[in-house]
DNA sequence: GACAGCTCTCGTACAGTGTGCGAATGGATT
DNA sequence: AATCCATTCGCACACTGTACGAGAGCTGTC
C-alpha cells in the first residue's frame, strides 16, 4: 500500500562509513568537475569512472543510481552558497546578500539550474541555508506561516530569474554570436509587436551582463519592498 | 568567424509550407500528448513515430532535431496561457490573471517546466505574451527599461514559485506517498535546526494542494505590491 | 595454514537513446 | 516514358544507465 517510495538519498540512513580509497566525497568532486566542464550532458558515468581511473559501474558501490549522485551534487551546490547570520546584519541585507550568492552560484554551476527544476533541495546544506532563511524572516517580524510563505517568495524570485539566463547564456554558445546579427534576428521575430520593437531600439543590449545585473537589482528591490510591506504592524 | 550559430527554430524562415499527410502541427500535438502521459523522459523519436504509424527517422524531415521538436512544443505551451488585454481590466488584474494562468498551464504539463530552464521562449505564443506584459505595465505608468525589469520580475516569481513545486510534486510519485510517513521522513532530515523543526509542527502539511495556493497568493501580492511601490510619482 | 565472509571492483550485456546516411517509393511535370 | 523532387524509412553507429555475477583482496575464526 506504501506505493513507489519517495527517494531521495537524504532521507535514507546513510552508508555506514567510507573507507579508505574511493568514497562519496571524492566522486562528488569529480562529477561536479566534469559538470562545470562539460554541462549536464557531459556527465556520463563511464567518463566519471575514467576520471576517477575506475571502471563504469564501480560508482554504484557508492551511489544507488545516477540521479541519486546528482542529489549530491546538488547539495554541494547549496553548499556553496553564502549567507551571513541574519542577527549580525539584519534581514534586508542578509536577504541581498543570499539573493546575489544564489545567483553567482548558479552562473558559475549552469548545470544546476536544471537540477533546480528536477529535485527538491533536501541535503543538509539546503536545509541549512532554509534555516538561517526563516530565522531572517522571523527577525525581519514575520510569524507563523508567513515565514514560510515569505522565504518561498524570495527564493522563488532568484530562481525565476536566475535560470532563464542560464538557458540564454547556454542557448547562444557564450559569445560566439555577433550581437549586431543577433539584433536583426531577434528584431525579425518580433516584427509584429510594436512594443517589442521600440524596445530593441533601446541600447540597452550593449552589454548583456550588466543589463541583467540592473534588471536582477531592480527586481530583487521590488520584491523585498513588497514583503516589508506584508509585515505586521 | 560567425562560430557557433544560435540556432533556434524561430529565428529561421520557416519550411515553406506544410504537405498534405503528415505536418508539423500533428507531430507537435501528438508529441504533447506524450508528454503530458509519460513526461519529458517518455518522449522519444520512435515511440513518437510509432503514435504516428510512421517511421522513427520519418520526423526529421519535418523537424531538424529532437530540441527543435521541443522548442515548438514549448511554445505550444505559452499558447495556452491566457491573459486578458492590460486595457481592459487594469494592470493588477492583468498580472493576477496571467500569473495563475502560468502556473495552472505549468502544472498542467509539468514537463514544461524543464523547458522553461532550456531555452529562451522565442516562439510566436510567447512574444505575444510578452508583447502583452509589455503594455500591461506600461499602462501601469512604467517607462523605458523599467517595463522589461518589471516584466521579469513577475515572471521571475511565477517560473521560480511554479517550478520547484512540478519538482516536489514528481518527486512523490503524485500522490502514492503517507502523509505521516513522508513527516517523519522529513522531520528527521531537519533534525538539527530548532526553526525548522517548529515549522513542521504547524498543521500546515495536511492539504499542500491549497498550502501552496495560499503561498502563491502571498508571493504574488508582495511581488505587485513591491513593483506598484516603483512607480514614478 | 585453511576456510569463510565481508567490502569492493569491474567486464559483460541489455535495452534503450538521437540521428546520419542512402536507398526506396510515389506522384507530378515535362 | 523519363525526369525530378518531396517524402518515407531501414539500417547502423556511438552512446547512455545500470543489472548481474564473477572475482579480488582483506579480516577474523577455527
Same mark, same amino acid.
Do not use: C
Given at each position: &500500500?506504501?506505493?513507489?517510495?519517495?527517494?531521495?538519498?537524504?532521507?535514507?540512513?546513510?552508508?555506514?562509513?567510507?573507507?579508505?580509497?574511493?568514497?562519496?566525497?571524492? !566522486?562528488?568532486?569529480?562529477? !561536479?568537475? !566534469? @559538470?562545470?566542464?562539460?554541462?549536464?550532458?557531459?556527465?556520463? &558515468?563511464?567518463?566519471?569512472?575514467?576520471? #576517477?581511473?575506475?571502471?563504469?559501474?564501480?560508482?554504484?558501490?557508492?551511489?544507488?543510481?545516477?540521479? /541519486?549522485?546528482?542529489?549530491?551534487?546538488?547539495?554541494?551546490?547549496?553548499?556553496? +552558497?553564502?549567507?551571513?547570520?541574519? $542577527?549580525?546584519?539584519?534581514?534586508?541585507?542578509?536577504?541581498? =546578500?543570499?539573493?546575489?550568492? +544564489?545567483?553567482?552560484?548558479?552562473?558559475? *554551476?549552469?548545470?544546476?539550474?536544471? #537540477?533546480?527544476?528536477?529535485?527538491?533541495? @533536501?541535503?543538509?546544506?539546503? !536545509?541549512?541555508?532554509?534555516?538561517?532563511?526563516?530565522?531572517?524572516?522571523?527577525?525581519?517580524?514575520?510569524?507563523?506561516?508567513?515565514?514560510?510563505?515569505?522565504?518561498?517568495?524570495?527564493?522563488?524570485?532568484?530562481?525565476?530569474?536566475?535560470?532563464? $539566463? =542560464?538557458?540564454?547564456?547556454?542557448?547562444?554558445? /557564450? *559569445?560566439?554570436?555577433?550581437?549586431? $546579427? &543577433?539584433?536583426? &534576428?531577434?528584431?525579425?521575430? =518580433?516584427?509584429?509587436?510594436?512594443?517589442?520593437?521600440?524596445?530593441?531600439?533601446?541600447?540597452?543590449?550593449?552589454?548583456?551582463?550588466?543589463?541583467?545585473?540592473?534588471?536582477?537589482?531592480?527586481?530583487? +528591490?521590488?520584491?523585498?519592498?513588497?514583503?516589508?510591506?506584508? #509585515?505586521?504592524?
Amino acid at each position: &500500500m506504501t506505493g513507489k517510495q519517495f527517494a531521495s538519498v537524504w532521507l535514507r540512513e546513510p552508508r555506514k562509513a567510507a573507507s579508505p580509497g574511493r568514497s562519496r566525497d571524492e !566522486i562528488v568532486r569529480a562529477a !561536479i568537475e !566534469i @559538470l562545470d566542464a562539460e554541462g549536464l550532458d557531459g556527465l556520463s &558515468m563511464r567518463k566519471l569512472g575514467a576520471k #576517477l581511473s575506475a571502471g563504469a559501474t564501480s560508482i554504484y558501490w557508492y551511489v544507488a543510481h545516477k540521479d /541519486e549522485l546528482l542529489e549530491l551534487v546538488y547539495d554541494q551546490v547549496w553548499g556553496e +552558497m553564502s549567507m551571513p547570520e541574519p $542577527e549580525d546584519v539584519g534581514w534586508r541585507d542578509a536577504a541581498s =546578500v543570499l539573493a546575489y550568492s +544564489m545567483r553567482s552560484v548558479i552562473l558559475r *554551476h549552469p548545470w544546476s539550474a536544471d #537540477l533546480l527544476g528536477r529535485m527538491p533541495a @533536501l541535503g543538509p546544506n539546503a !536545509i541549512q541555508v532554509a534555516d538561517r532563511m526563516r530565522r531572517m524572516f522571523k527577525l525581519a517580524g514575520f510569524a507563523g506561516m508567513d515565514v514560510d510563505y515569505a522565504g518561498s517568495t524570495l527564493t522563488a524570485y532568484i530562481y525565476g530569474m536566475t535560470i532563464p $539566463e =542560464v538557458a540564454w547564456n547556454s542557448a547562444m554558445g /557564450e *559569445h560566439e554570436y555577433d550581437p549586431a $546579427e &543577433m539584433k536583426e &534576428m531577434v528584431t525579425r521575430a =518580433v516584427r509584429d509587436y510594436p512594443d517589442m520593437l521600440e524596445r530593441m531600439d533601446m541600447t540597452a543590449y550593449d552589454d548583456p551582463q550588466t543589463l541583467r545585473q540592473v534588471a536582477f537589482d531592480f527586481g530583487l +528591490m521590488s520584491v523585498l519592498d513588497g514583503l516589508e510591506r506584508r #509585515l505586521p504592524t
